[in-house]
């Protein structure tokens, strides 16, 4: 049967408000953040506390502690010696990490799968371990306990996440590209400066910065290496918190995590952070 | 070794493990010739072309470009233009570094390359888009920059490796014709490497033929469409219709009378070569276009299974008893089947083609 409507209405659709389930996930997304950052949003309140001994609701407003920092020679020590080992091993791990992931891909043999795999055993060995033996090793080579070594120690870890993550940026880069610039005259090496280094910087970028953050926060292998010159701010950090408890110790580390949100802004200012995810 | 060819292959040969991606294969290209390089994937045509490019080294044999042996040269010296599928236009550089690349890579001053730059970029209709970004520009447009790129440095010899593969329909037969004219206009010796037959007979001036690692005919286009001689050939490049046959004997010069293995054992006749002996098999190929029907009675009478109207054709497909396969004919008007549901088939003897062998595959 067929209904003939003379006059054309127009009905209003009735728009359906946000159900049950909706509120349960806006609540659940806010506790999940609310877990996520409160501890550390806390640590930054008590780093402002008037009071000696971290407590929390603290009594009152402060900023002595970031003073006792400043103050502190080891804490600013080691914060040098931190920040340098963290942009050297990124550096390191760059320049040897690369060309071992472009070999990795580009070679289509059986000795570059296993070889990609190998790669990073330095992430699958549990760190205290690995500081141990290479310990023993850089002791054998009579490098001991230095800044040499600490920063060897590093760029071992710095290397697979360089690497692993220029790998898959490098793998989703067909050869055409590498084969044009051949065609149109270019050598070796300017295929590889003018051409593979600007399609593989994300991957680059992305791994660099891992490496930074890790290796700013590792204590394992610092662990081992921590000499008069060489110590690096999370082992003068816990070495502090084993004698004292006032919170210099939450000033300072507002100020770790300060670098590391800094050295984000940075790289999303230069490159965005997006195309770093997207890596 | 002549300096005048552009481009020639002497028994090339490549091995991959233990299966030969190409048999001995010798081709010579003359100057200013477009060659296209057709075959299904896997049959060696890709393979061919990066040996030319030296991404890939023969096994054996070896490579000349205007005389010269190259097959040890690695691709940065040999001189070459060449166009890939996906254009792999840098997507880090804009439309006038991209075509600019190649004249940079040989050192040639800034001004210079400029002047080469914009030159080229008019020539392939894309003036004024020299500080665009990649990614700004549309299929079309990238196959151009592709195009500019690869000639602006004059290369002895371009490839094409499946340069409009990417693009939809109505623009590949736009460029397919601009592509032919840029090409006649700059005489440049091309390969064009290919597995869409239309585009082969659009714009080369010979066809190489490629199946199973081999080349199996070269030729003209029309020499290729008329006259193929295998059935591979004949059905890679169109449609053919095959008919078994023997040889019945001479009939008038350079024909043969040839009984197809049918029902009531019609006799046609078909041109073939004079050596024929005795009463050998002989396989007949005829395109749809040249088949004729009439709802008169002739010696071949098939059943209508279908018509399909395509536009500027009907395409019939016919049923004839003794055959497995169906019959196609194309033909312009639409001609109506007799009372019993059968029409007649018939050809002139002009259009049987005799197939040299079994066919590849």
Known sequence: MTTIVTTPQVIERRQKGPGWGQVLLAAYVLLFFAFLLLPIAIVVLVSFSSSSFIVFPMPGFSTQWYYRIVEYRPFMQSLLVSVEIALLSALAGTVLGVPAAIWAVRANTNAAQVFTNVMLAPISVPAILLGFSLLYMLSALTLGVSFLSLLITHTVVAIPYISRTVLAVYRGIPADYEEAAAVLGASRAQIFFQITMPLIKPGIFAGALFSVLISLDNLPLSFFFGGASSSSLPVVMLSYMQNQFDPSIAAIATVQMLIAIVALGIVNAIYGVDKLTAA | ?361
């Open chain 2, 1 to 361: 070794m002549n300096a005048s060819v552009p481009l020639s292959l002497e028994n090339v040969t490549k091995r991959y493990g233990q299966t030969l991606a190409l048999k001995p294969t010798s081709l010579h290209v003359a100057p200013g010739e477009m060659l296209a390089l057709l075959g299904p994937s896997g049959c060696g045509k890709t393979t061919t072309l990066r040996i030319i490019a030296g991404f890939s080294m023969p096994n054996t044999g070896s490579v000349l470009i205007g005389g010269v042996d190259v097959t040890e040269l690695p691709p940065n010296r040999r001189g070459l233009g060449m166009v890939f599928q996906n254009y792999s236009l840098f997507p880090h550089m804009t439309v006038g570094q991209n075509v600019a690349y190649g004249l940079k890579t040989r050192g040639m001053p800034a001004a210079e390359r400029t002047k080469k730059v914009r030159a080229m970029l008019d020539l392939v209709r894309l003036s004024n888009f020299e500080d665009r970004s990649i990614h700004q520009m549309s299929g079309g447009q990238q196959q151009r920059v592709a195009l500019a790129r690869s000639l602006v440095t004059d290369p002895k010899v371009l490839l094409l490796d499946e340069p409009l593969g990417a693009l939809d329909r109505n623009l590949r037969e736009s460029m397919q014709f601009e592509l032919r004219a840029i090409q006649r206009r700059l005489g440049i010796t091309s390969i064009i490497v290919t597995h869409d037959q239309e585009e082969a007979l659009t714009m080369s001036d010979r066809i190489a033929v490629m199946a199973e690692g081999e080349i199996v005919q070269v030729g003209t286009p029309i020499d290729i469409y008329e006259r193929p001689q295998s059935q591979f050939v004949s059905e890679f490049l169109g449609t053919a219709n095959i008919f078994d046959g023997t040889l019945a004997g001479p009939a008038e010069a350079g024909m043969w009378n040839v009984r197809l293995t049918l029902p009531n054992a019609p006799v046609v006749k078909v041109a073939g070569p004079p050596s024929l002996r005795g009463s050998s098999a002989i396989r007949v190929a005829v395109r749809p276009e040249r088949l004729a029907i009439s709802p008169e009675s002739t010696q071949l009478r098939a059943n209508v299974r279908g018509i399909v109207f395509r536009g500027s054709y009907y395409a019939y497909e016919l049923d004839l008893p003794g055959l497995e396969k169906p019959i196609y004919v194309y033909s312009g008007e639409k001609t109506v089947a007799a009372n019993d549901g059968t029409i007649g088939l018939g050809w002139p003897d002009e259009y049987a083609i005799m197939l040299s062998d079994g066919g590849v595959r």
